[in-house]
């Protein structure tokens, strides 16, 4: 199984998605950005180097939700998100086809990895428990 962070970065009021870009796995779909831990990598160093890697942006993961398992047809992954304090820098697309800052009540307008779809229920849970 690969195990596979994602962070979901908040500023003011809205949260950073990023769209995979064509030649990606999964292309064109949307996801909270992040990567694969490397073996001997902490689950929260991972996802600051690649968030790092793939948008020039420093994050820092303070919360653990729930995990997903997602089998696709060739791998099954783990994926783990972080909620993200954002800590500076400009969003550069490195690798990503686009990027949004999204209101939390738009996120189902977008078309998920399906791997997603528990995570953005649960985040919109987190939301709705802190009005
Ligand atoms: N980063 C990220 N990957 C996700 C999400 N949801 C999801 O199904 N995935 C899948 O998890 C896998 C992670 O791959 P990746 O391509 O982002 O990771 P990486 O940068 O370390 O990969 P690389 O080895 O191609 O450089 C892909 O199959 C991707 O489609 C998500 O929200 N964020």
């Not at 030649?23 to 950005?33: A, I, N, T, V």
């Not at 400009?90 to 690798?95: P, R, T």
Request: hydrophobic share 35%.
């Amino acid at each position: 199984m690969i195990k596979v962070v994602c962070a979901i970065v908040e500023q003011y009021d809205r949260v950073l998605l990023t769209q995979r870009s064509e030649q990606m796995r999964e292309g064109l779909l949307w996801e909270f950005p992040g990567g694969k831990v490397e073996p001997h990598e902490t689950e929260k160093n991972s996802l600051v180097r690649e968030i790092k890697e793939e948008l020039a942006i420093e994050v820092q993961p303070y919360k653990r939700l729930q995990p997903i398992i997602h089998p696709y047809p060739n791998y099954t992954i783990e994926l783990i998100p972080y909620l993200c304090k954002f800590n500076g820098g400009v969003v550069q697309l490195l690798e990503h086809k686009t990027y949004h800052w999204v209101l939390p009540e738009d996120l189902p307008n977008y078309s998920w990895c399906p791997a997603d779809v528990p995570i953005v229920e649960e985040y919109l849970q987190v939301c709705r428990s802190r009005q």
